[in-house]
């Protein structure tokens, strides 16, 4: 029992100074190879305080080296810019002024839905209240309001349609039918709902629509009260 406490007690000051030499930006912004290192350090330190049979030094000897690999790419990652989208990202503007860009969202393995989640978490939810919108290297969420940003985002909206298809349930909210919208969007030159990438409404009548590879619409619908 008490070579078990003193084990994990070495273990654990190796871990700290270690952590404690990365840097604040390992415990906070995680570049992806950073996150992969600390995996990797966690996993390492487990080994030796589980497995008596191990030799400790085996244990430090590997989360040094772990830590020594960590340093040489930080160098690279800050001496050779070339490099630095290949090892830490880049980051991707989502939203510029035509409106969403589908194809940033795709490499990034996220969807519209996302997008509008993130921008709501920032307290944004009107989507032609935002001039750029984009998601950092290790994750983070920036987004740019436009000037009169309050005065566009007056009414909740809603989902009315994401990416090809139809909220059947959020449609009948707004107390108008599928073939209204669907006759709103012909108007507007979409022929097939397959080519919609968002369709939002919120209360006042204002719709926003953007189809497939193109610059977004923003449709007065007539309503002249809040319906929500």
């Known amino acids: 029992m008490g070579l078990i406490f003193i084990r994990t007690t070495i273990i654990f000051i190796a871990l700290l100074a270690i952590m404690r030499f990365m840097g604040k930006r390992q415990i906070g912004e995680m570049q992806p190879y950073e996150l992969v290192i600390t995996l990797i350090i966690s996993e390492l330190a487990c080994i030796p305080m589980a497995d008596n049979s191990i030799p400790l030094l085996y244990g430090v ?50 969807n519209v839905s996302d997008l509008i ?49 139809f909220d059947q349930k959020n449609v009948a909210r707004t107390g108008r039918d599928l073939n209204y919208y669907q006759n709103i969007l012909k108007e507007h030159g979409c022929k097939s709902e397959k080519k919609i990438l968002i369709f939002t409404v919120d209360g006042n009548g204002k719709a926003y629509f953007q189809e497939k590879g193109k610059r977004y619409k923003v449709i007065d619908l007539g309503w002249k009260n809040t319906l929500w």
């Open 61 to 110: 000897i590997a989360i040094l080296t772990v830590f020594l690999l960590h340093q040489i790419v930080c160098i690279i990652d800050l001496k050779f810019t070339a490099l630095k989208p290949v090892i830490s990202g880049s980051p991707s503007i989502v939203l510029n002024k035509n409106g969403i860009d589908d194809s940033q969202l795709k490499k990034n393995n996220l």
């Open 117 to 165: 989640e993130s921008l709501r978490i920032e307290g944004y939810f009107a989507l032609d209240a935002i001039e750029y919108a984009l998601y950092e290297s290790e994750g983070a969420f920036s987004a740019l309001p436009k000037k009169n940003f309050e005065q566009l985002q007056t009414s909740l909206p809603i989902i009315l349609a994401s990416e090809g298809k």
